[in-house]
């Protein structure tokens, strides 16, 4: 199993800011991905974070607004750029397919709230 | 269009009684099927999946493929099952695939 911690848990920004959310993973791992989950919505993907190479972002979600990192195979960030109250959600980090077959394990979450 | 499908936003059952929360899929190809738990103040955590075919905390779920089909089940339920289920599948098997969830279905369970 893989255990996944990020920062910060919980966050109020204005409108126009910027936030970087940090995930810590306890063990080398290749993927890490990154969901939204808004408000009453099920989870979706922003994109996927190869170490070494650049993400890859699904359809609706780019570059500009949600930059990510990927400096070293514990470690990803995402910022969530020039905010608007749509950006208020949790946001997750995760990591699998690679451990005990395709289980994916969840960080525990960053509630973002924009005003 | 690769899509989860969870009709039920909430099921509200008493405890003794069956439950069944419904998952219907659309996937091009053999995807592989999960049921995601998130209990209250926890982070979202694997339940099961279909090709163990096991059963936990007395969940089943079986995969049917011409429903495209993968209802969770459970005889009696408790009210420690009360919690977020959500259905969701990746794609063939190989390493570090994405996961596509449903909406998700809340189970209360009262006594």
């Known amino acids: 199993s893989a255990v996944i911690s990020q920062k910060p848990s919980r966050d109020i920004c204005q409108r126009g800011t910027s936030l970087t959310i940090q995930c810590q993973v306890d063990s080398q791992v290749t993927m890490m991905f990154w969901y939204r989950q808004q408000p009453g919505q099920s989870l979706t993907l922003i994109a996927t974070?190869?170490?070494?190479?650049?993400?890859?972002?699904e359809s609706g979600f780019v570059i500009d607004k949600f930059p990510i990192s990927r400096p070293n195979l514990t470690f990803s960030t995402l910022t969530v750029s020039n905010m608007s109250p749509e950006d208020s959600s949790i946001y997750l980090c995760?990591?699998?397919?690679?451990?005990?077959?395709?289980?994916?394990?969840f960080g525990p979450g960053t509630r973002l709230t924009v005003l | 269009a690769q899509r989860v499908t969870q009709p039920e936003k909430l099921l509200s059952v008493f405890k003794g009684a069956p439950v069944e929360l419904k998952c219907n899929y659309s996937y091009s190809g053999s995807p592989e099927l999960f049921w995601y738990v998130q209990y209250s103040r926890q982070r979202l955590q694997l339940l099961l999946r279909h090709i163990s075919r096991e059963s936990i905390k007395g969940f089943t779920a079986d995969l049917n493929k011409g429903e495209t089909s993968f209802h969770l089940k459970k005889p009696f339920a408790q009210e420690e099952d009360s919690a977020m289920y959500y259905c969701?599948?990746?794609?063939?098997?190989?390493?570090?695939?994405?996961?596509?969830f449903g909406k998700g279905t809340t189970l209360s369970v009262s006594s």
């Open positions: 974070a190869n170490q070494g190479s650049e993400a890859t972002y």
């Open positions: 969701a599948l990746s794609g063939p098997r190989q390493a570090g695939t994405a996961l596509i």
């Open positions: 995760s990591v699998g397919g690679g451990f005990s077959g395709y289980e994916q394990f």
